[in-house]
C-alpha cells in the first residue's frame, strides 16, 4: 500500500512539473512555409494554421510577422521577380553615301551636237544636271537664222539671243543640282524646216564645294548616335554643319566623328560638308541608338474567405532589391473594385505592410505590383497573410 501511494505521489509530480515547463515555455511556433513542398515558381495560394504568433522565410531570412489569432497565408510568390522598367537599346548603322567635293572650279566639256526645233520636225536639245555651275559657255559652229538659241536652267528661261557662230558665255552663279538645257527657238510659220544650231562644243564651269545628306531619327526612342566621315581623300580645310549648326571646322583627317544627341537633332536631319580649302572625297555614315522600354509587372491570386475577410487587418511580406530607382506601387484588384495599398519611393530590404480591411474583398483577389517612374527593382519571396 505504501508503495502504490509513493507511486501515485511520483506521477503526479512529474505531471505538475511538465505542465510547469509548458506554461514557462510556450508550444513551438509554427512556420508559416513549408519549402519542401513548393516548387521552383509556384503561384499556387497556400492556407496553413498558424498560431497567434509565426514566422516566415523571406529569401533567407526569418522575418515574425505580429499577427492574430487564426492568420494564416493564404498567397506566396516564389521569387525572384523582375518589376519595372526594362529597357533595351538597339543600335542601328545606315551608310548616307560618298561625296567628291573641292574649293576650286572644275570645268566639264560636251562635244558636238545639234538643237534644233520645227513644227513639222519635232526638237532636239542638249541637256546638263551640274553642281552649282558658275559659267557655260556654248561654241556656235553654224545656225540657220530660223530663231534664238535658248538656255534653260531648271525649266525656267535663263538667256535667249540670236546666236551666230563663235563663242557664246553665260554667267549662271547658281549654288545646288541645276538642271541645264539648250534648246532651239521653234521655227513656227517657217514650217519648210527647223531652227536648228549645230554646237560644237559646250564647257560648263562649276564648283562642287558642298554636298548635303540627309536623315531621320524617331526622337521618343532615340538615346544617342555619331555621324562619321571616312574620307579617301583629304587635303586642306573642311567645314562640317549639322542642321545649320557647325560641328566640325578645320584640317581634314582620315576619320572624323562627332556625336549625335536630343541637342542637336530633330526628326529630320541635314549634314552639310563644305570644302573651304583643298579637295576631299569619301563615305558618310550615321549610327543611331533607340531604347526600346518594356514594363513589367508581378500579379498574384488569393482567395479571401468570409471568416478571414471579418478578421482583417493583414499583412503583406517580401523582400525588394533595387536595380533602378523609382517608385513601386502595390494595388489589389477584388469584386469591389480597384484599391490601391501603397505608393511610395521603392528601397531595398524586407519589406512588412498592413492592410486595412477595405483593400480586400469576400472571393478573388489579384495583388499587381507595378514599377514606375523607370524603376527596375526585384521581388523575393512575396507572402499575403489574412
Known amino acids: 500500500m505504501a508503495e502504490d501511494n509513493a507511486f501515485m505521489y511520483g506521477l503526479v509530480g512529474g505531471l505538475i512539473i511538465i505542465a510547469v515547463l509548458m506554461l514557462a515555455f510556450g508550444a513551438p511556433l509554427a512556420e508559416a512555409t513549408d519549402d519542401t513542398n513548393i516548387g521552383a515558381g509556384s503561384r499556387a495560394a497556400r492556407t496553413i494554421e498558424l498560431n497567434k504568433q509565426f514566422t516566415v522565410h523571406i529569401n533567407g531570412q526569418t522575418v515574425s510577422i505580429p499577427a492574430s489569432e487564426g492568420q494564416r497565408t493564404i498567397g506566396y510568390l516564389q521569387g525572384p521577380e523582375s518589376i519595372g522598367t526594362r529597357n533595351i537599346d538597339s543600335s542601328f548603322y545606315n551608310s548616307l553615301g560618298s561625296f ?11 562635244y558636238g551636237d545639234q538643237v534644233s526645233n520645227g513644227l513639222l520636225f519635232g526638237e532636239e536639245s542638249m541637256k546638263f544636271t551640274i553642281e552649282n555651275p558658275k559659267n557655260i559657255r556654248i561654241f556656235v559652229a553654224d545656225q540657220n537664222g530660223l530663231g534664238d538659241l535658248i538656255v534653260m536652267v531648271d525649266g525656267k528661261l535663263f538667256a535667249r539671243s540670236s546666236a551666230d557662230a563663235g563663242l557664246h558665255e553665260y554667267e549662271i552663279n547658281m549654288f545646288g543640282t541645276k538642271d541645264i538645257e539648250i534648246r532651239a527657238e521653234s521655227s513656227e510659220w517657217q514650217i519648210w524646216a527647223p531652227n536648228t544650231y549645230q554646237i560644237s562644243r559646250v564647257e560648263i564651269d562649276s564648283l562642287a564645294d558642298m554636298k548635303t545628306f540627309e536623315f531621320a531619327v524617331d526622337t521618343e526612342r532615340f538615346v544617342e548616335g555619331n555621324v562619321q566621315l571616312d574620307l579617301t581623300q583629304y587635303y586642306g580645310y573642311i567645314e562640317i554643319f ?10 581634314a ?4 566623328l562627332f556625336p549625335l544627341d536630343h541637342d542637336n537633332t530633330n526628326s529630320q536631319n541635314i549634314i552639310s560638308i563644305k570644302a573651304v580649302d583643298g579637295e576631299f572625297s569619301g563615305t558618310v555614315s550615321v549610327t543611331r541608338v533607340y531604347r526600346d522600354s518594356e514594363i513589367e509587372k508581378t500579379e498574384l491570386e488569393f482567395m479571401v474567405n468570409k471568416e478571414r475577410n471579418q478578421a482583417l487587418p493583414a499583412w503583406l511580406a517580401m523582400n525588394i532589391a533595387v536595380e533602378r530607382p523609382g517608385t513601386i506601387s502595390i494595388k489589389n484588384i477584388h469584386a ?10 521603392v528601397r531595398d530590404g524586407i519589406r512588412v505592410i498592413q492592410i486595412n480591411s477595405d ?3 469576400e472571393g478573388k483577389n489579384t495583388l499587381v505590383i507595378e514599377g514606375f517612374g523607370n524603376s527596375f527593382f526585384t521581388i523575393n519571396d512575396l507572402y499575403v497573410i489574412v
Open 336 to 345: 469591389k473594385g480597384e484599391s490601391l495599398i501603397v505608393e511610395e519611393q
Open 359 to 361: 483593400k480586400f474583398s
Open 100 to 110: 567628291d567635293i573641292s574649293s576650286h572650279f572644275g570645268t566639264q566639256t560636251f
Open 242 to 251: 549639322l542642321n545649320g549648326d557647325i560641328v566640325y571646322a578645320g584640317p
Open 253 to 256: 583627317s582620315r576619320t572624323i
